[in-house]
Protein backbone atom coordinates (compact mmCIF):
# COMPACT_ATOMS: atom_id res chain seq x y z
CA UNK A 1 0.00 0.00 0.00
CA UNK A 2 2.98 2.07 0.37
CA UNK A 3 4.21 5.13 2.46
CA UNK A 4 2.32 6.14 5.27
CA UNK A 5 1.70 10.27 3.87
CA UNK A 6 -1.03 12.67 3.71
CA UNK A 7 -3.92 11.28 1.54
CA UNK A 8 -2.75 7.58 1.94
CA UNK A 9 -1.37 5.77 4.68
CA UNK A 10 -3.31 3.78 7.68
CA UNK A 11 -6.73 3.06 6.34
CA UNK A 12 -5.24 1.31 3.11
CA UNK A 13 -2.60 -0.74 5.65
CA UNK A 14 -6.09 -1.64 7.68
CA UNK A 15 -7.43 -2.63 4.02
CA UNK A 16 -4.27 -4.72 3.03
CA UNK A 17 -3.94 -7.01 6.56
CA UNK A 18 -7.23 -8.10 6.23
CA UNK A 19 -7.35 -8.70 2.33
CA UNK A 20 -4.26 -11.13 3.39
CA UNK A 21 -5.89 -12.84 6.03
CA UNK A 22 -9.13 -13.24 3.54
CA UNK A 23 -6.90 -14.72 0.78
CA UNK A 24 -5.27 -17.08 3.52
CA UNK A 25 -8.30 -18.24 4.74
CA UNK A 26 -9.49 -18.78 1.27
CA UNK A 27 -6.84 -21.36 0.40
CA UNK A 28 -4.67 -18.97 -1.05
CA UNK A 29 -0.52 -18.05 -0.61
CA UNK A 30 -0.31 -14.26 0.12
CA UNK A 31 2.27 -12.28 -0.94
CA UNK A 32 2.20 -9.05 0.00
CA UNK A 33 4.59 -6.04 -1.82
CA UNK A 34 4.68 -2.62 0.22
CA UNK A 35 8.00 -0.12 0.14
CA UNK A 36 6.95 0.80 3.90
CA UNK A 37 8.60 -1.41 6.98
CA UNK A 38 6.27 0.96 9.56
CA UNK A 39 3.02 -0.84 8.61
CA UNK A 40 1.22 -3.60 10.23
CA UNK A 41 0.92 -5.14 6.14
CA UNK A 42 4.68 -5.72 6.88
CA UNK A 43 4.33 -7.70 10.22
CA UNK A 44 5.93 -11.40 9.80
CA UNK A 45 3.15 -13.18 10.32
CA UNK A 46 0.70 -11.11 8.20
CA UNK A 47 1.72 -12.80 5.04
CA UNK A 48 2.84 -16.23 3.15
CA UNK A 49 6.06 -13.81 2.35
CA UNK A 50 6.83 -10.17 1.97
CA UNK A 51 8.76 -8.33 -0.23
CA UNK A 52 10.12 -4.71 0.76
CA UNK A 53 10.06 -3.16 -2.85
CA UNK A 54 8.49 0.10 -4.53
CA UNK A 55 4.98 0.12 -6.56
CA UNK A 56 6.30 0.48 -9.65
CA UNK A 57 5.99 -1.56 -12.69
CA UNK A 58 9.29 -2.57 -13.20
CA UNK A 59 10.08 -4.50 -9.50
CA UNK A 60 6.23 -5.40 -8.81
CA UNK A 61 6.33 -7.22 -12.08
CA UNK A 62 9.74 -8.95 -11.09
CA UNK A 63 7.60 -9.67 -7.72
CA UNK A 64 5.00 -11.65 -9.99
CA UNK A 65 7.48 -13.34 -12.65
CA UNK A 66 9.44 -14.69 -9.75
CA UNK A 67 6.12 -16.16 -7.48
CA UNK A 68 4.39 -17.36 -10.61
CA UNK A 69 1.48 -15.31 -9.08
CA UNK A 70 -2.05 -16.73 -10.01
CA UNK A 71 -3.83 -13.20 -9.62
CA UNK A 72 -2.41 -9.89 -8.26
CA UNK A 73 -4.89 -7.57 -5.99
CA UNK A 74 -4.47 -3.86 -6.55
CA UNK A 75 -7.80 -2.34 -5.40
CA UNK A 76 -6.61 -2.49 -1.08
CA UNK A 77 -3.54 0.11 -1.10
CA UNK A 78 -5.42 3.23 -2.42
CA UNK A 79 -4.59 5.22 -5.66
CA UNK A 80 -1.23 4.10 -6.05
CA UNK A 81 -1.77 0.68 -6.82
CA UNK A 82 -3.92 1.19 -9.91
CA UNK A 83 -1.22 2.36 -11.93
CA UNK A 84 0.09 -0.44 -12.05
CA UNK A 85 -3.21 -1.80 -13.55
CA UNK A 86 -2.13 -1.84 -17.52
CA UNK A 87 1.33 -2.75 -17.04
CA UNK A 88 -0.27 -5.60 -15.19
CA UNK A 89 -2.36 -6.52 -17.79
CA UNK A 90 -0.47 -6.05 -20.63
CA UNK A 91 2.31 -8.58 -19.06
CA UNK A 92 -0.25 -11.14 -18.51
CA UNK A 93 -1.08 -11.26 -15.09
CA UNK A 94 -4.49 -11.74 -13.89
CA UNK A 95 -5.80 -8.67 -12.11
CA UNK A 96 -8.13 -10.02 -9.43
CA UNK A 97 -11.20 -8.42 -9.05
CA UNK A 98 -12.24 -5.09 -11.18
CA UNK A 99 -10.11 -5.08 -14.31
CA UNK A 100 -7.96 -2.70 -16.07
CA UNK A 101 -10.32 -1.28 -18.47
CA UNK A 102 -12.97 -1.26 -15.63
CA UNK A 103 -10.96 1.09 -13.87
CA UNK A 104 -9.85 2.80 -16.79
CA UNK A 105 -13.29 3.68 -17.35
CA UNK A 106 -13.80 5.70 -13.60
CA UNK A 107 -10.78 7.44 -13.96
CA UNK A 108 -11.09 8.47 -17.63
CA UNK A 109 -13.43 11.27 -17.41
CA UNK A 110 -13.96 11.78 -20.99
CA UNK A 111 -15.20 7.81 -20.75
CA UNK A 112 -16.63 8.07 -17.57
CA UNK A 113 -19.03 11.00 -18.02
CA UNK A 114 -20.30 9.38 -21.05
CA UNK A 115 -21.13 6.17 -19.42
CA UNK A 116 -23.35 8.40 -16.99
CA UNK A 117 -24.52 10.20 -19.70
CA UNK A 118 -25.98 6.79 -21.05
CA UNK A 119 -27.22 5.53 -17.94
CA UNK A 120 -29.42 9.30 -16.87
CA UNK A 121 -27.39 9.59 -14.36
CA UNK A 122 -26.69 13.75 -13.62
CA UNK A 123 -22.76 15.08 -12.93
CA UNK A 124 -21.68 18.30 -12.69
CA UNK A 125 -21.11 20.09 -16.25
CA UNK A 126 -16.94 20.03 -16.78
CA UNK A 127 -14.18 20.64 -19.61
CA UNK A 128 -11.00 19.01 -20.57
CA UNK A 129 -8.13 21.67 -21.12
CA UNK A 130 -4.59 21.49 -21.11
CA UNK A 131 -3.86 25.22 -20.80
CA UNK A 132 -4.19 27.63 -18.40
CA UNK A 133 -6.13 30.30 -21.52
CA UNK A 134 -8.25 27.33 -21.89
CA UNK A 135 -9.51 26.78 -18.28
CA UNK A 136 -9.81 30.25 -18.25
CA UNK A 137 -12.71 29.99 -21.19
CA UNK A 138 -13.61 26.77 -19.99
CA UNK A 139 -15.04 28.02 -16.48
CA UNK A 140 -16.73 30.70 -17.79
CA UNK A 141 -18.75 28.44 -19.92
CA UNK A 142 -19.44 26.44 -17.25
CA UNK A 143 -19.93 29.00 -14.29
CA UNK A 144 -17.81 29.71 -11.28
CA UNK A 145 -17.24 28.51 -8.86
CA UNK A 146 -15.23 25.72 -10.56
CA UNK A 147 -12.93 23.15 -9.27
CA UNK A 148 -9.89 22.33 -10.96
CA UNK A 149 -8.38 19.27 -10.80
CA UNK A 150 -6.22 16.59 -12.57
CA UNK A 151 -6.53 12.98 -12.98
CA UNK A 152 -4.78 10.01 -11.31
CA UNK A 153 -4.31 12.24 -7.85
CA UNK A 154 -3.28 11.24 -3.72
CA UNK A 155 -5.45 12.47 -1.47
CA UNK A 156 -6.73 15.36 -3.66
CA UNK A 157 -3.48 16.73 -4.47
CA UNK A 158 -3.38 20.07 -6.61
CA UNK A 159 -7.30 20.25 -6.88
CA UNK A 160 -8.34 24.12 -6.28
CA UNK A 161 -11.47 25.47 -5.86
CA UNK A 162 -11.44 28.92 -8.20
CA UNK A 163 -13.72 31.72 -8.12
CA UNK A 164 -13.00 34.04 -10.68
CA UNK A 165 -10.30 34.01 -13.89
CA UNK A 166 -7.39 35.06 -11.24
CA UNK A 167 -7.93 32.07 -9.25
CA UNK A 168 -7.79 29.82 -12.31
CA UNK A 169 -4.67 31.31 -13.55
CA UNK A 170 -2.93 31.06 -10.56
CA UNK A 171 -3.82 27.37 -10.19
CA UNK A 172 -2.31 26.54 -13.47
CA UNK A 173 0.43 28.53 -14.17
CA UNK A 174 2.45 27.19 -10.95
CA UNK A 175 1.60 23.33 -11.98
CA UNK A 176 -0.08 21.55 -15.32
CA UNK A 177 0.35 17.91 -15.21
CA UNK A 178 -0.84 17.44 -18.55
CA UNK A 179 -5.15 17.61 -19.18
CA UNK A 180 -6.38 19.38 -16.30
CA UNK A 181 -10.64 18.93 -15.63
CA UNK A 182 -12.81 21.74 -15.02
CA UNK A 183 -15.79 20.88 -13.05
CA UNK A 184 -18.27 22.89 -12.22
CA UNK A 185 -18.43 23.39 -8.42
CA UNK A 186 -21.46 22.31 -6.33
CA UNK A 187 -22.04 25.14 -3.52
CA UNK A 188 -24.05 24.57 -0.44
CA UNK A 189 -24.72 20.65 -1.55
CA UNK A 190 -24.25 17.60 0.94
CA UNK A 191 -21.75 15.33 0.29
CA UNK A 192 -22.50 11.60 0.41
CA UNK A 193 -20.08 8.88 0.45
CA UNK A 194 -20.97 5.17 -0.40
CA UNK A 195 -18.74 2.19 -0.25
CA UNK A 196 -20.94 -1.05 -2.21
CA UNK A 197 -19.79 -4.45 -2.97
CA UNK A 198 -20.25 -5.69 -6.48
CA UNK A 199 -19.55 -9.14 -8.15
CA UNK A 200 -19.77 -7.61 -11.74
CA UNK A 201 -23.55 -8.19 -11.99
CA UNK A 202 -25.33 -6.63 -9.03
CA UNK A 203 -24.09 -4.02 -6.50
CA UNK A 204 -24.96 -4.22 -2.55
CA UNK A 205 -24.31 -0.49 -0.73
CA UNK A 206 -22.85 -1.40 2.13
CA UNK A 207 -22.71 2.09 3.98
CA UNK A 208 -24.28 4.99 3.12
CA UNK A 209 -22.02 8.12 4.51
CA UNK A 210 -22.93 11.78 5.30
CA UNK A 211 -20.49 14.21 5.25
CA UNK A 212 -20.78 16.88 7.84
CA UNK A 213 -19.29 19.72 5.82
CA UNK A 214 -20.24 20.60 2.66
CA UNK A 215 -19.19 19.31 -0.78
CA UNK A 216 -16.09 20.79 -1.69
CA UNK A 217 -14.01 19.78 1.20
CA UNK A 218 -12.03 16.45 1.13
CA UNK A 219 -13.60 13.20 2.27
CA UNK A 220 -10.64 12.40 3.99
CA UNK A 221 -10.89 15.75 6.13
CA UNK A 222 -14.20 15.98 6.55
CA UNK A 223 -16.49 14.51 9.54
CA UNK A 224 -18.87 11.86 8.58
CA UNK A 225 -21.76 9.94 9.88
CA UNK A 226 -23.01 6.66 9.24
CA UNK A 227 -26.28 6.59 8.71
CA UNK A 228 -26.73 9.78 7.41
CA UNK A 229 -28.44 11.48 9.48
CA UNK A 230 -30.71 14.11 6.89
CA UNK A 231 -31.25 12.34 3.91
CA UNK A 232 -34.73 12.00 2.98
CA UNK A 233 -35.90 8.63 2.43
CA UNK A 234 -37.00 9.83 -1.87
CA UNK A 235 -33.33 10.89 -2.16
CA UNK A 236 -31.38 7.88 -0.11
CA UNK A 237 -33.83 5.43 -2.45
CA UNK A 238 -32.53 6.91 -5.45
CA UNK A 239 -28.65 7.34 -4.36
CA UNK A 240 -28.82 3.09 -4.02
CA UNK A 241 -30.35 3.27 -7.49
CA UNK A 242 -27.94 5.12 -8.95
CA UNK A 243 -25.24 2.84 -7.10
CA UNK A 244 -27.01 -0.47 -7.93
CA UNK A 245 -26.76 0.36 -11.58
CA UNK A 246 -23.22 2.44 -11.98
CA UNK A 247 -21.14 -0.77 -10.52
CA UNK A 248 -22.53 -3.51 -13.06
CA UNK A 249 -22.27 -1.11 -15.44
CA UNK A 250 -18.63 -0.52 -14.54
CA UNK A 251 -18.42 -3.82 -14.43
CA UNK A 252 -16.64 -3.92 -10.75
CA UNK A 253 -15.86 -6.95 -8.63
CA UNK A 254 -15.37 -5.95 -5.30
CA UNK A 255 -15.38 -2.57 -3.03
CA UNK A 256 -16.50 0.40 -5.18
CA UNK A 257 -16.76 3.74 -3.71
CA UNK A 258 -19.26 6.79 -5.16
CA UNK A 259 -18.95 10.11 -3.45
CA UNK A 260 -22.23 12.06 -4.47
CA UNK A 261 -23.33 15.75 -4.04
CA UNK A 262 -27.43 16.63 -3.44
CA UNK A 263 -28.25 20.13 -3.94
CA UNK A 264 -32.41 21.32 -3.65
CA UNK A 265 -32.80 17.77 -3.87
CA UNK A 266 -31.22 16.50 -7.25
CA UNK A 267 -28.24 14.17 -7.01
CA UNK A 268 -25.04 14.55 -8.85
CA UNK A 269 -22.04 11.90 -9.04
CA UNK A 270 -18.99 13.51 -8.24
CA UNK A 271 -16.95 9.96 -9.03
CA UNK A 272 -16.28 6.58 -8.38
CA UNK A 273 -13.74 4.48 -7.44
CA UNK A 274 -12.86 1.34 -8.24
CA UNK A 275 -11.05 0.10 -4.81
CA UNK A 276 -10.97 0.65 -1.05
CA UNK A 277 -12.18 3.83 0.25
CA UNK A 278 -10.42 5.81 2.78
CA UNK A 279 -13.50 4.89 4.88
CA UNK A 280 -13.64 0.79 4.52
CA UNK A 281 -12.09 0.65 7.86
CA UNK A 282 -14.96 3.30 9.42
CA UNK A 283 -17.68 1.64 7.66
CA UNK A 284 -17.08 -2.08 8.72
CA UNK A 285 -16.15 -1.07 12.27
CA UNK A 286 -19.24 0.65 12.25
CA UNK A 287 -21.72 -1.88 10.82
CA UNK A 288 -19.80 -5.20 11.92
CA UNK A 289 -19.61 -6.21 8.54
CA UNK A 290 -15.97 -6.90 7.45
CA UNK A 291 -16.00 -5.34 4.25
CA UNK A 292 -12.61 -6.39 3.05
CA UNK A 293 -13.14 -9.92 3.85
CA UNK A 294 -16.33 -9.75 1.53
CA UNK A 295 -14.43 -7.99 -1.37
CA UNK A 296 -11.71 -11.06 -1.11
CA UNK A 297 -14.65 -13.45 -1.69
CA UNK A 298 -16.21 -11.79 -4.64
CA UNK A 299 -12.78 -11.68 -5.89
CA UNK A 300 -12.22 -15.50 -5.58
CA UNK A 301 -15.29 -16.14 -7.86
CA UNK A 302 -18.74 -16.16 -5.24
CA UNK A 303 -21.29 -13.88 -6.35
CA UNK A 304 -23.27 -11.73 -3.88
CA UNK A 305 -26.54 -13.73 -4.25
CA UNK A 306 -24.71 -16.97 -2.74
CA UNK A 307 -24.89 -15.42 1.05
CA UNK A 308 -22.69 -13.23 1.98
CA UNK A 309 -23.53 -11.94 5.35
CA UNK A 310 -24.03 -8.44 4.15
CA UNK A 311 -26.28 -5.97 6.73
CA UNK A 312 -26.66 -2.32 7.32
CA UNK A 313 -25.93 -0.37 10.57
CA UNK A 314 -28.10 -0.97 13.31
CA UNK A 315 -30.68 1.63 13.66
CA UNK A 316 -29.60 1.71 17.69
CA UNK A 317 -26.59 3.56 17.24
CA UNK A 318 -24.77 6.60 15.54
CA UNK A 319 -21.13 6.72 14.22
CA UNK A 320 -18.92 9.70 13.57
CA UNK A 321 -15.43 9.60 11.90
CA UNK A 322 -13.50 12.59 12.84
CA UNK A 323 -10.19 13.71 10.96
CA UNK A 324 -7.32 14.40 12.62
CA UNK A 325 -5.43 17.68 11.62
CA UNK A 326 -1.86 18.76 11.99
CA UNK A 327 -2.54 23.15 11.89
CA UNK A 328 -1.08 23.05 15.31
CA UNK A 329 1.79 21.38 14.67
CA UNK A 330 2.90 23.77 11.75
CA UNK A 331 3.11 26.98 12.76
CA UNK A 332 1.47 29.29 9.96
CA UNK A 333 -0.93 27.15 8.37
CA UNK A 334 -3.99 27.85 7.09
CA UNK A 335 -6.58 25.88 9.06
CA UNK A 336 -9.07 26.71 6.22
CA UNK A 337 -10.44 23.17 4.75
CA UNK A 338 -10.48 22.66 0.60
CA UNK A 339 -10.76 19.93 -1.50
CA UNK A 340 -6.71 19.30 -1.05
CA UNK A 341 -6.69 16.40 1.98
CA UNK A 342 -4.51 17.89 4.76
CA UNK A 343 -5.34 15.29 7.95
CA UNK A 344 -3.13 13.17 8.94
CA UNK A 345 -5.57 10.37 10.93
CA UNK A 346 -8.70 9.74 12.18
CA UNK A 347 -10.90 8.45 15.04
CA UNK A 348 -14.22 6.84 15.49
CA UNK A 349 -16.76 7.31 17.98
CA UNK A 350 -20.22 5.66 18.29
CA UNK A 351 -23.42 6.38 20.65
CA UNK A 352 -27.16 6.03 20.85
CA UNK A 353 -27.56 10.04 18.93
CA UNK A 354 -26.01 12.39 17.06
CA UNK A 355 -24.84 15.13 19.02
CA UNK A 356 -23.16 13.08 21.70
CA UNK A 357 -21.35 10.90 19.11
CA UNK A 358 -20.28 14.05 17.55
CA UNK A 359 -18.85 15.50 20.68
CA UNK A 360 -16.99 12.24 21.49
CA UNK A 361 -15.49 12.18 18.02
CA UNK A 362 -14.33 15.72 18.23
CA UNK A 363 -12.54 14.99 21.71
CA UNK A 364 -10.61 12.13 20.31
CA UNK A 365 -9.36 14.79 17.37
CA UNK A 366 -7.94 16.78 20.21
CA UNK A 367 -10.70 19.42 19.92
CA UNK A 368 -12.96 19.25 22.23
CA UNK A 369 -15.98 21.47 22.40
CA UNK A 370 -16.40 23.93 24.87
CA UNK A 371 -19.58 24.44 26.67
CA UNK A 372 -19.52 27.93 28.06
CA UNK A 373 -17.66 31.51 27.56
CA UNK A 374 -17.62 33.32 24.43
CA UNK A 375 -18.15 32.78 20.60
CA UNK A 376 -16.54 35.13 17.63
CA UNK A 377 -17.83 34.98 14.65
CA UNK A 378 -16.78 35.85 11.68
CA UNK A 379 -18.29 34.60 8.10
CA UNK A 380 -19.07 35.48 4.69
CA UNK A 381 -21.95 37.95 3.51
CA UNK A 382 -23.76 34.40 2.21
CA UNK A 383 -23.32 32.76 5.39
CA UNK A 384 -24.79 35.30 7.26
CA UNK A 385 -27.97 34.19 7.61
CA UNK A 386 -27.87 30.83 8.02
CA UNK A 387 -25.37 32.01 10.55
CA UNK A 388 -28.54 33.56 12.66
CA UNK A 389 -29.51 29.85 14.41
CA UNK A 390 -25.71 28.66 14.99
CA UNK A 391 -25.61 32.10 16.57
CA UNK A 392 -29.16 32.02 18.76
CA UNK A 393 -28.55 28.40 20.01
CA UNK A 394 -24.81 29.37 21.08
CA UNK A 395 -26.93 32.44 22.91
CA UNK A 396 -29.41 30.03 24.13
CA UNK A 397 -26.50 28.09 25.69
CA UNK A 398 -24.80 30.95 27.83
CA UNK A 399 -22.15 31.95 25.38
CA UNK A 400 -21.90 35.57 24.60
CA UNK A 401 -21.53 37.01 21.12
CA UNK A 402 -18.50 38.56 19.64
CA UNK A 403 -18.38 39.57 16.21
CA UNK A 404 -17.50 41.62 12.73
CA UNK A 405 -18.89 44.57 12.17
CA UNK A 406 -21.27 43.15 9.37
CA UNK A 407 -21.65 39.54 11.04
CA UNK A 408 -22.93 41.42 14.06
CA UNK A 409 -25.32 43.90 12.49
CA UNK A 410 -26.85 40.95 10.49
CA UNK A 411 -27.18 39.16 14.04
CA UNK A 412 -28.48 42.23 15.99
CA UNK A 413 -31.33 42.57 13.13
CA UNK A 414 -31.76 39.22 14.44
CA UNK A 415 -32.65 39.85 17.82
CA UNK A 416 -29.72 39.13 19.13
CA UNK A 417 -27.43 40.53 21.58
CA UNK A 418 -23.95 40.46 20.59
CA UNK A 419 -20.68 42.82 20.86
CA UNK A 420 -19.39 44.04 17.14
CA UNK A 421 -15.04 44.31 17.09
CA UNK A 422 -13.51 45.77 14.30
CA UNK A 423 -11.44 43.61 11.47
CA UNK A 424 -7.70 43.28 11.86
CA UNK A 425 -5.70 43.59 14.93
CA UNK A 426 -8.06 43.83 17.58
CA UNK A 427 -9.72 40.54 16.25
CA UNK A 428 -6.09 39.29 16.25
CA UNK A 429 -5.44 40.60 19.60
CA UNK A 430 -8.98 39.15 21.25
CA UNK A 431 -8.17 35.45 20.16
CA UNK A 432 -4.54 35.60 20.97
CA UNK A 433 -5.09 36.94 24.55
CA UNK A 434 -7.76 33.81 24.70
CA UNK A 435 -10.75 36.17 25.45
CA UNK A 436 -13.24 34.01 23.02
CA UNK A 437 -13.12 30.33 23.38
CA UNK A 438 -14.50 29.34 20.07
CA UNK A 439 -14.12 30.86 16.88
CA UNK A 440 -16.80 30.29 14.00
CA UNK A 441 -14.79 31.96 10.48
CA UNK A 442 -16.10 30.80 7.03
CA UNK A 443 -13.92 32.23 4.21
CA UNK A 444 -15.13 32.80 0.95
CA UNK A 445 -12.92 33.19 -2.37
CA UNK A 446 -9.59 33.74 -2.16
CA UNK A 447 -9.50 37.00 -1.26
CA UNK A 448 -11.63 36.50 1.81
CA UNK A 449 -9.48 33.48 2.98
CA UNK A 450 -6.54 35.68 3.54
CA UNK A 451 -8.30 38.03 5.17
CA UNK A 452 -8.87 36.04 7.56
CA UNK A 453 -5.57 33.91 7.64
CA UNK A 454 -4.58 35.88 10.93
CA UNK A 455 -7.42 35.17 12.74
CA UNK A 456 -7.64 31.57 12.17
CA UNK A 457 -4.36 31.52 12.97
CA UNK A 458 -4.03 33.27 15.88
CA UNK A 459 -6.80 30.52 17.02
CA UNK A 460 -4.41 27.88 16.20
CA UNK A 461 -1.23 29.60 18.19
CA UNK A 462 -3.95 29.67 21.42
CA UNK A 463 -5.79 26.74 20.97
CA UNK A 464 -8.89 27.42 20.34
CA UNK A 465 -11.03 25.70 18.55
CA UNK A 466 -11.64 27.12 14.78
CA UNK A 467 -14.51 26.09 12.81
CA UNK A 468 -14.08 26.94 8.98
CA UNK A 469 -17.67 25.69 7.37
CA UNK A 470 -20.88 26.89 8.90
CA UNK A 471 -22.14 22.83 8.28
CA UNK A 472 -19.57 22.09 10.80
CA UNK A 473 -20.42 24.85 13.19
CA UNK A 474 -23.90 23.71 13.22
CA UNK A 475 -22.88 20.28 14.19
CA UNK A 476 -20.30 21.44 16.85
CA UNK A 477 -23.62 23.70 18.33
CA UNK A 478 -25.92 20.67 18.03
CA UNK A 479 -23.05 18.72 19.88
CA UNK A 480 -22.42 21.18 23.12
CA UNK A 481 -26.23 21.43 23.40
CA UNK A 482 -27.44 17.71 23.81
CA UNK A 483 -24.58 15.46 24.03
CA UNK A 484 -25.06 13.13 26.82
CA UNK A 485 -22.67 11.94 29.37
CA UNK A 486 -22.45 8.08 28.57
CA UNK A 487 -20.75 4.77 29.58
CA UNK A 488 -17.79 3.80 27.51
CA UNK A 489 -18.74 0.35 25.26
CA UNK A 490 -16.55 -1.46 23.29
CA UNK A 491 -17.59 -2.00 19.69
CA UNK A 492 -18.22 -5.40 20.77
CA UNK A 493 -20.59 -4.41 23.50
CA UNK A 494 -22.38 -2.15 20.92
CA UNK A 495 -23.22 -3.96 17.80
CA UNK A 496 -22.24 -7.59 18.35
CA UNK A 497 -19.46 -10.11 18.03
CA UNK A 498 -19.35 -9.49 14.17
CA UNK A 499 -17.42 -6.52 14.79
CA UNK A 500 -14.48 -8.94 15.91
CA UNK A 501 -13.77 -9.67 12.31
CA UNK A 502 -14.32 -6.40 11.55
Known amino acids: ?50 YFEPLCAEEVLAVCERERADGVVIQFGGQTPLRLARALEAAGFRIMGTPFDAIDLAEDRERFAGLLDRLGIRCPDWEIVSTWQEAVEAAARIGYPVLVRPSYVLGGRAMRICYGPDDVREALERQVHGSVLVDRFVEHAVEIDVDALCDGETAHVAATMQHVEEAGVHSGDSACVLP ?18 LGPALGVVGLLNVQLAVADGEVFVLEANPRASRTVPFASKATGVN ?30 KAAVLPFARFPGSDPVLGPEMRSTGEVMASAADLPTAFAKAERAAGRPLPTTGTAFLSVHDEDKPALVPVAAALAGLGFALVATEGTARTLAAAGLEVDSVDKGAAVVELVRRRRCDLVVNTPHGSHARADGYLIREAALVARVPCITTLSGAAAAVHAIGNARAEAALSLQERIGHQTRSA
Do not use: K, W
Open 1 to 50: SGPNRIGQGIEFDYCCVHAARSFRALGFEAVMVNCNPETVSTDYDTSDRL
Open 291 to 320: LVDAACRLMSGMALSEGLSLGRVPSRQVSV
Open 228 to 245: PPSLAPAVAAEIDEIVGR
